[in-house]
């Protein structure tokens, strides 16, 4: 199987190249009656597009077109395909990757795998993660479904190399970082963050970072034991990730280092319903979720495009040289990495709710339609009452 399909019940497939024409997604499986405009769409890309300081200087539009899937402002229960045009595309940095694969990237595995003469080497072809924007519209429907049960899904950038916020942010404050332009959750981190990245930008060099996502409010009894564990479906998601290289939920690797007394999650009685004291296991227990926010953590490695000179070899001589990469890259991928961790985060967690029967995988109600409307709203409400407050 190829592998440019996500998801069971709700799936997503991906295509486009980064230098190529377009990008776009086929989303299946979204039952009908669920209002979709291309501004919804739109309003979530928005969080990703490149083309501003500290992020990639590539000018796209990200202007979403939807073909087919939605009449009359809803969907139909057909396959929704949505495309964005490339509109900034300068291949010309790319000439001299073509024979001296990046380190760090992924030119020599696709070479190794697909064969020289069938790469594209534009702009990274289909390992850039000009792919992404694919994975954020159908993250949009997914997130506009999960309204159903006003369930939220939002992410901040919690470190940025040896930078790290030590404290637990709101929810609020963490919707608040989509108007960050590092994704920061707080002023003072906004702060240090961009002073880093501008150094990094002057010396030629990347940094990592580790992006956090809340799933405020998700249903209880999502997850389908053995293989389907929503811990397993989320941890694939987010591995699909160019550029993630970790991924953990609740106290996460921390637990390793505890002992049984201090890592358990303690059950209590809340307003006469069974909780979780501190939610330790970050909404997840035996792949199911628990009714807890569900908290999720993954790591992005640094850029591996730097202008810093790095050991490669040239193809055609098959001696050892070195590159130094021009062109325009992220001098951190994690920033804009937490809107495509979002995406997948809100596609699994629709998926699964699909599956469980939480949503109806024909068609929607009128009262489903009338809550997705009025939480929607409350949502864009919200991120636009956060514009002021960065
Ligand atoms: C939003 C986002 C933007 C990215 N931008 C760049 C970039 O500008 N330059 C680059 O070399 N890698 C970038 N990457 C990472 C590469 O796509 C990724 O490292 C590469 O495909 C190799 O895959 P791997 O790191 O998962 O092994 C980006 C990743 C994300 C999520």
């Known amino acids: 199987m190829p592998g440019n399909t996500f998801g069971r019940a709700l799936r997503i ?12 997604v086929v989303v299946d ?3 009908a009656g669920l209002p979709l405009s291309e501004s919804d769409i739109e309003f979530e890309l928005s969080f990703r597009k490149p083309g501003r300081i500290y992020v990639s200087g590539r000018r796209e539009e990200d202007k979403p077109e939807i073909l087919s899937g939605v009449f009359n402002g809803r969907t139909t229960g057909a396959p929704i395909a949505v495309v964005v045009k490339n509109i900034d595309v300068i291949s010309k940095p790319y000439d001299e990757i073509r024979y001296k694969p990046r380190p760090g990237h992924a030119d020599l595995p696709y070479i190794i795998r697909y064969g020289y003469e069938n790469w594209d080497h534009r702009g990274g072809g289909r390992a850039s993660a000009r792919e992404t924007v694919a994975r954020v519209i159908g993250g949009a429907i997914a997130k506009k479904l999960l309204m159903i049960t006003d369930t939220w899904v939002a992410g901040h950038l919690k470190s940025l190399g040896p930078l790290e916020l030590n404290t637990e942010p709101s929810f609020e404050e963490i919707l608040c970082s989509r108007n960050s332009p590092v994704r920061a959750c707080r002023k003072d981190l906004e702060e240090a963050y961009q002073d880093l990245i501008m150094r990094a930008m002057k010396e030629g060099d990347s940094y990592g970072g580790v992006a956090e996502i809340i799933v405020r409010n998700p249903p209880a009894g999502l997850g389908e034991p053995v293989f389907d564990k929503i811990k397993a479906d989320l941890a694939k998601a987010i591995l699909s990730i160019p550029a993630v290289v970790g991924f953990e939920y609740g ?3 921390k637990a390793a280092r505890m002992k049984g007394s201090e890592a358990n999650d303690e059950i209590i009685v809340k307003d006469g319903k069974p909780r979780w004291r501190y939610n330790y296991s970050g909404g997840i227990l035996g792949g199911i979720t628990t009714g807890e926010d569900i908290v999720i953590r993954c790591a992005f490695k640094p ?3 730097i202008r810093k000179p790095q050991r490669t070899i040239d193809l055609r001589t098959m001696e050892e040289t070195t590159i130094s990469v021009i062109g325009r890259h992220d ?6 990495g937490v809107s495509v961790v979002e995406a997948m985060v809100a596609l699994v967690i629709a998926d699964h ?3 469980s029967g939480v949503i109806n995988p024909v068609k929607l109600s009128k009262e489903d339609i009338d809550r997705i409307e009025s939480n929607w709203r409350r949502y864009i409400e919200a991120c636009g009452r956060m514009q ?3």
């Not at 497939?13 to 776009?24: P, Q, R």
């Not at 001098?331 to 804009?336: D, G, K, L």
């Open 303 to 305: 850029t591996s495009s």
């Open 388 to 390: 002021g407050s960065q």
């Open 331 to 336: 001098p951190a991928v994690a920033i804009r």
């Open 29 to 31: 499986g979204v039952p």
């Open 251 to 253: 106290l996460g690797f």
């Open 353 to 355: 709710m699909i599956r």
């Open 13 to 24: 497939t991906t295509f486009g190249e980064s230098h190529g024409s377009a990008v776009g």
